[in-house]
């Protein structure tokens, strides 16, 4: 797979002479002052009283959300208001190809949760800078936070992810998936009122893959409309969201 011959390589792992001659090369190409400029100059958050004006964006502010990124753009001069924009757009670009490319290859990392353009919108992203410099490194599951931002977005008590995230990821899983719903006790709602082999979930069955809830508890929207008309849902389902009635769900949650 290419992704893994490409993150051998970045690891650097048993180089060549000829690699390390590569990469001193590029060290020595590269301008020597690049983390102390950025696209924004004056107006570049990472440190007080801004960075020198450079042709890009700053690993910090790359870091940043792209609506937060236009903010700073428009607060901009005049002068520099257009091409700023510009580069956000760029930046943009990349994102979106970058994750598109990603998506197209069945077994590829994909980009950490802040890194997914798509999330642009949400209010958890706008409101979240890692307030670092380091890039993100890409994870397993999309819309999971990598071990950078997860561990700032802790240290920053982010609301949004206790509410929001289970864990590094955003959002739940189907009850029927969810790991720490397999206990003696869950055998009841599992199973149901035992009419219908179809009620609990089994891709053997040829049962449509479970997605992701916004909240725990819940059914996915695939599961939802295998059994929501099924006789004796209402007992151990809400009839409306699709979600574990609290007697089922017992105590012992945790881990
Ligand atoms: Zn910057
Ligand atoms: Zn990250
Ligand atoms: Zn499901």
Request: overall charge positive.
């Amino acid at each position: 797979m290419i992704w893994r011959h490409k993150l051998s390589l970045s690891c650097g792992k048993d180089p060549s002479n000829q690699d390390t001659m590569m990469t001193e090369q590029i060290t020595m190409q590269a301008p020597p002052s690049s983390r102390l400029v950025c696209a924004f100059g004056k107006a570049c958050s990472s440190r007080k009283g801004g960075k020198e004006q450079g042709p890009d964006l700053c690993s910090w502010c790359k870091n940043m959300s792209l609506f937060e990124l236009y903010r700073l753009a428009d607060g901009l001069g005049r002068e520099d208001h257009e091409a700023v924009r510009k580069l956000v757009d760029a930046y943009k670009k990349h994102l979106e190809d970058d994750l598109l490319e990603r998506l197209r290859h069945k077994g590829w990392l994909m980009p950490c949760a802040i890194k997914d353009p798509y999330v642009r919108h949400m209010q958890w992203r706008d409101s979240f800078n890692p307030q670092d410099d380091k890039p993100c490194n890409n994870v397993v599951h999309r819309g999971q936070l990598c071990q950078r931002c997860y561990t700032k977005a802790r240290e920053q008590e982010c609301t949004w992810l206790k509410v929001e995230f289970d864990g590094d990821r955003y959002g739940f899983p189907c009850v029927f998936e969810d790991p720490r719903m397999h206990r003696p006790k869950d055998y009841f709602w599992r199973r149901g009122p035992g009419e219908d082999p179809d009620w609990e979930k089994d891709s053997r069955r040829g049962h449509a893959p479970c997605g992701r809830c916004e909240q725990r508890y819940k059914l996915c929207q695939n599961c939802y409309a295998r059994i929501n008309e099924m006789r004796g849902f209402g007992k151990f389902f809400d009839e409306t969201h699709g979600i574990l009635r609290m007697r089922y769900r017992g105590r012992d949650t945790g881990g």
